[in-house]
């Protein structure tokens, strides 16, 4: 037992422990992140490679039995050892990747460190919410000409609203969603026995509730507590349709709940559903339907998949056959961990690597165990696009594609685009890291937007966190249904760690290099390269597979571009698969839409038939062989015709009446 070596615990213990239970020992989850387990079996944030050594060392004398430290040879990631993790402990490297510099390394609370964290807490409590103020003031400032634009067009009686791309289908959903909710209340509040209609309905009441939208259109929702191996408790719905429930084999089906995972298994954390409100069946044999996981984008949540009714990309893809679960990283809506606190400083060292090499594999492996595939779809928007290609790296855990079909990224966030040079991200780059904690502390990114989130009416809110977003990123709603927009933003901002922002924004990473996987030095030369390679018409493929960021467990990747996205510049990613550069990626589908802006390939009201069915099809064309008894998806070959088509009218409507998967304007996008 992990506790008889702790009767006398050594200083390295209690260094790395909780007050209460010091550290047993160290885990090597990847080439160089660690974990460390306490004495009762709990999991605490990694430390250093040469803090990790140092504890098991400890760990060793103190047990007076042998322990091998190796110096400084690395091998590869074991992540099935009998113990939950290699044990065996590489010295830190002398380099240190420059894309992901240390994280600041706490101990556990004492008086003096905690006299500190209430200094950091107090800085960057005035201090960020004064940031977040001139940010409020300027999106204010910058909305009133354009609100007195509108206001003139309506003197003059016109319609401000008449260039709106889809205005027919909005006033038409507008219409259509008071006929139900009239509907609703004349029935008091009952189901529509006559047409089907179950679940909820009525007045939308803007909800920070995944399982309120998926009942307002006929689907019902669980959710599950996942733990990664540091201990974080995340929060992932399985959405799924009440008459027709995905069937699960008997060995992964236990009334409802699953108690273990791949992680138990291999020694890992135990993974536990502690919360479904509606209990779910087991389906019927023959049943089963294959697992997609959809991850979010960077200060968002899984809802943000969830709020255009039936055009929602987890309802379509929950409609169309697919036994949909949806990911919410690390801390989100509402922190948790198996042991530390808010308050622990340690609770939020962590950034972009950490979500990609631990939460993502946590998800998955929970997944599959529940399910009994051996892999999965995965689609990601944004940040969630950006913590796959930084899990799938060759020095991260590339063998986690070994259990994904296929990695549908959706605005993939890998390079910079031209916003990162705005006047505000200039200054946070230009923060030092030392002043960056001082001013936006070393705990949760600016709180108070989720103070805020929590007391300030909703539909004040999503008119507020419309503009603040637009202002920072630039997005527009002209595509979007705008009778939902303030939906939309019920699931927005959540919690993230002060790092995280650092890594995306500060003068050392992201912002810095403007690119995820490569330094801006070598990015730029990889581009000088490609120019002559092209101009030359080469054309070999295989320049640069040397350089390459993966290897042949990379899945096969289908990428979806907004083409006029400010944020990041998808087109750079697709220019690089085309060079060769990842000889080993299969690049199965890679689309280009031109006038998409970066969250118009979930919210758009165009989005289901020029990205969703898409998505749909690439997913089942890239499953392989799973076994009989695998529901075929409506709109795909062989599958049947979704339920819900609706008919359409005007420009830009539905034009795929019968659901057989026909993406809208192909023609002339493809990249």
Same mark, same amino acid.
């Given at each position: ?5 702790? %009767?006398?615990?050594?200083?390295? %213990? ?113 201090? *960020? ?40 289908? #909005? ?15 004349? =029935? ?61 084999? $008997? ?78 990283? @690390? ?6 961990? %198996? ?21 993502? $594999? ?11 595939? $051996? ?22 855990? $590339? ?5 994904? *079909? ?55 809110? /999503? ?19 705008? /009778?939902?927009?303030? @939906? ?31 330094? @801006? ?14 101009? *030359? ?72 038939? =020029? ?5 749909? /099809? ?32 005007? #420009? ?20």
């Amino acid at each position: 037992m992990a506790s008889q070596y702790h %009767s006398a615990p050594s200083q390295a %213990s209690r260094d790395l422990g909780t007050a209460s239970q010091p550290a047993a020992k160290a885990h090597r989850i990847t080439p160089h992140d660690t974990v460390v387990s306490t004495s009762d079996g709990q999991r605490l944030p990694g430390v250093p490679l040469a803090e990790a050594a140092r504890l098991n060392a400890s760990r060793a004398s103190s047990a007076s039995c042998a322990s091998t430290i190796t110096l400084p040879k690395h091998t590869p990631h074991q992540h099935a050892a009998a113990d939950g993790g290699s044990t065996t402990i590489d010295v830190a490297p002398a380099f240190t990747d420059p894309l992901f510099p240390p994280l600041p390394v706490y101990g556990p609370a004492t008086p003096l460190r905690r006299l500190q964290c209430l200094f950091f807490r107090a800085s960057s409590g005035v201090l *960020s919410l004064a940031f977040l103020g001139v940010i409020v003031m300027g999106a204010v400032a910058e909305t009133l000409p354009g609100a007195a634009a509108r206001a003139w067009e309506r003197v003059r009686g016109r319609d401000p609203d008449r260039g709106r791309p889809f205005l027919a289908v #909005e006033r038409e959903r507008a219409r259509e969603r008071k006929q139900d909710e009239a509907a609703w209340e004349a =029935r008091g509040g009952v189901a529509d026995e006559e047409t089907g209609r179950r679940g909820v309905g009525g007045r939308d009441e803007l909800r920070c509730d995944i399982a309120y939208y998926a009942r307002r259109v006929g689907l019902e929702c669980e959710t599950f507590t996942v733990e990664t191996e540091d201990g974080f408790l995340l929060e992932m719905q399985h959405v799924w349709d009440p008459l027709d429930p995905p069937y699960y084999p $008997p060995a992964t089906e236990k009334s409802g709940e699953k108690e273990a995972s791949t992680a138990d298994r291999e020694g890992g954390p135990p993974v536990h559903n502690v919360q479904s409100e509606t209990p779910r069946p087991n389906g019927a044999p023959g049943r089963r339907r294959y697992p997609v996981l959809l991850m979010h984008g960077l200060l968002q949540s899984a809802g943000a998949f969830c709020v255009n009714d039936s055009d929602s990309l987890a309802f379509f893809l929950a409609k169309s056959g697919y036994d949909v679960f949806l990911g919410n990283s @690390r801390c989100g809506l509402l922190p948790r961990h %198996s042991v530390l606190t808010y308050g622990d400083p340690r609770m939020w060292a962590w950034n972009i690597r950490q979500m990609g090499t631990l939460d993502l $594999p946590a998800f998955i492996d929970t997944i599959l165990s529940l399910t009994s595939f $051996p892999h999965l779809a995965l689609v990601a928007h944004s940040q969630g696009t950006t913590q796959t290609f930084v899990a799938l790296a060759k020095q991260q855990r $590339p063998d986690l594609g070994r259990k994904i *079909s296929v990695f549908c990224a959706l605005a993939p966030a890998v390079y910079a685009g031209p916003l990162i040079d705005k006047m505000y991200f200039k200054f946070m780059r230009a923060i030092p890291p030392a002043a960056f904690r001082f001013v936006f502390g070393i705990h949760a990114f600016i709180p108070a937007m989720m103070a805020m989130h929590g007391v300030v009416p909703a539909r004040v809110w /999503g008119r507020l966190g419309y503009r603040v977003f637009w202002f920072l990123f630039g997005w527009s709603d002209a595509r979007w249904d705008r /009778g939902l927009r303030d @939906r939309f933003f019920r699931f927005a901002p959540v919690y993230v760690s002060a790092e995280t922002m650092r890594w995306w924004l500060g003068r050392e990473c992201f912002a810095r290099h403007r690119c995820i996987l490569s330094t @801006r030095a070598a990015a730029a030369d990889d581009e000088d390269a490609d120019v002559t390679r092209r101009d *030359s018409d080469s054309g070999s493929g295989d320049g640069g597979a040397d350089d390459a960021w993966f290897d042949h467990r990379f899945p096969p990747l289908a990428l979806w571009v907004a083409g006029s996205d400010a944020l990041v510049d998808g087109k750079r990613l697709i220019r690089r698969f085309e060079a060769g550069r990842e000889p080993a990626v299969r690049l199965v589908h890679a689309k280009v839409i031109e006038e998409y802006e970066h969250l118009d390939v979930v919210w758009a009201v165009d989005a289901r038939e =020029r990205v969703f069915e898409e998505v749909r /099809g690439v997913v089942w064309g890239e499953v392989g062989d799973v076994g009989a008894g695998v529901v075929v998806p409506r709109g795909v070959e062989g599958g049947g015709v979704l339920e819900e088509e609706r008919e359409g009218e005007g #420009e830009g409507e539905r034009g795929d009446k019968d659901g057989e998967g026909a993406g809208g304007d192909k023609g002339g996008e493809g990249a």
